[in-house]
């Protein structure tokens, strides 16, 4: 049997039966063992489902033994030393697990449970605007424009109160047309056509800083459909310097980390350059900008 052929047991049965299945698989990876209680009480399936799932997971593979509602392995130690050219693997990889890990656990698609592998997600930011209704009208903007394609009118455009991080800077109203939400880090950004600025060029907005928003009733300017633009970034390959201090261990492990290949080059996206650089190097900012915000922390007490 073929490895898709694990990967895509019920490709003609129900959606629930597929995922009792790869939840059965994972689970059993992961833990060594699996029981017809798992798979009802995660997925939420009858116990026929979940039978069958047990037993097609029997079907595909010898290492596997039931006992009574249970499924295990024959080799106790199999989930502390995976075999990565098992079948099972197909479903139950690493990398799986950790794009599962990286969607918030969930126990459906990890096949196991928060107290089994506990994970924290920190985060520092915010992030919300506090103009109560702003991503509503976003998407209202963003589903005209899908909707009408480039013939598109003022439905499509929205005014919003931001304060940029220049010198001096004040809440200004700016007239755009929204493109998109982007996520760098724990920052969301709102990506849109500034209306106010010649050609309209792409510019990005971070919704933490914006205070208000209002709808626009003025069409848009009559070239603009010519200028409109989709969300996708385009990536720019930059060569990199590493510091000389590190030793070779820890430069293996910044580029594996950076995803650095031996040229010592990587791919990053436009967008995100300033930010990338900002937390990996010493890159100065402009004068015209206010950058650190912050200039030193002080801990005043600590809590769970």
Sequence with gaps: MNPKEAQEPFIKASPVTDMAYTFAVRRLVRTGTVCRADITNTIGCSAVIAS??????????????????????????????????????????????????????????????????????KTWSFGDSVSSGLLTAIAACTLHIKKAGKRIDHRSSLSILYVSMQKGASCKWRNIVPLGLERILDQWRLIAHDLDSEGYPIKTYVLARVFGHRSLTAPLPVNFYRYLKALNDLNELVRIELNPDLTKDQEDAIRNELNIDKDCAMEISQRSKVDFLRRFSDIPTTESAIWPVILNTRAIHKRH
């Design 52 to 121: 069958r799932a047990m037993q097609k997971v029997s079907a595909f593979t010898a290492d596997v033994i039931k006992k009574g509602q249970n499924l295990q392995f024959k080799d106790p130690y199999f989930a502390s030393k995976p075999n990565n050219n098992h079948i099972f693997m197909v479903i139950a990889s690493d990398s799986q697990l950790s794009d599962a890990i990286k969607k918030g656990g969930d126990p459906k698609l990890t096949g196991l449970y928060p107290d089994e592998l506990p994970v924290n997600i």
